[in-house]
T-cell receptor, first 113, second 112 residues
């Protein structure tokens, strides 16, 4: 049973560029959430998708956008990259339903230079 | 003030010790509580998931929730070097589906 898979594992981009990160949820899960984890910090919620729509959003600017596909996989897009966007980006999947536990992938390490 | 407070450590203990990891929170709407373990360069791994006040045990791990004091703990018995990792507490409020609010994490080192 495959867990949550994310690609790529590492990425280096330059300020101002755009980046797309990808996530495949755990089998049986239909809800995908994205988190940003800065070094030495806990993950911060970016947004959540189910039924191909953004359902909740954290305190992140519109430069952060996403998409969910009919097979429940998801993408996170970040435009106009800033140095402060350097972080580990984590995808988590769950089933719908209040309080459903999240299962995380190993993340994409994004470095913005 | 952060919604969830967690001592960042690092915490260093000898093998076989009992470890106590703690979080406090300010928002009484938090209803579900989780502990995640995160190894270096890996994603968080769900360890414990609780709802009610009281204790929940799973092998060497015990999660404790005290909603009246807004305090949760994770106890690790007979700690092993393989337990060396960062431990993150996380919580969900009512009505916010699966949006987790995390603590900053406590880095644990178990030495031989």
């Amino acid at each position: 049973d495959a867990g949550v898979t994310q690609s790529p594992t590492h990425l280096i981009k330059t300020r101002g560029q755009q980046v797309t990160l990808r996530c495949s949820p755990k089998s049986g899960h239909d809800t995908v959430s994205w988190y940003q984890q800065a070094l030495g910090q806990g993950p911060q919620f970016i947004f959540q998708y189910y039924e191909e729509e953004e359902r909740q959003r954290g305190n992140f600017p519109d430069r952060f956008s996403g998409h969910q596909f009919p097979n429940y996989s998801s993408e996170l897009n970040v435009n106009a990259l800033l140095l402060g966007d350097s972080a580990l980006y984590l995808c988590a999947s769950s089933t719908r339903g209040w309080g459903s536990p999240l299962h995380f992938g190993n993340g994409t390490r994004l470095t913005v230079t | 003030q952060k919604e969830v407070e967690q001592d960042p450590g690092p915490l260093s203990v000898p093998e076989g010790a009992i470890v106590s990891l703690n979080c406090t929170y300010s928002n009484s709407a938090f209803q579900y509580f989780m502990w995640y373990r995160q190894y270096s360069r890996k994603g968080p791994e769900l360890l414990m998931y609780t709802y009610s006040s009281g204790n929940k045990e799973d092998g060497r791990f015990t999660a404790q929730v005290d909603k009246s004091s807004k305090y949760i703990s994770l106890f690790i018995r007979d700690s092993q070097p393989s337990d060396s990792a960062t431990y993150l507490c996380a919580m969900i409020t009512t009505g916010t589906a699966s949006k987790l609010t995390f603590g900053t994490g406590t880095r644990l080192q178990v030495t031989l």
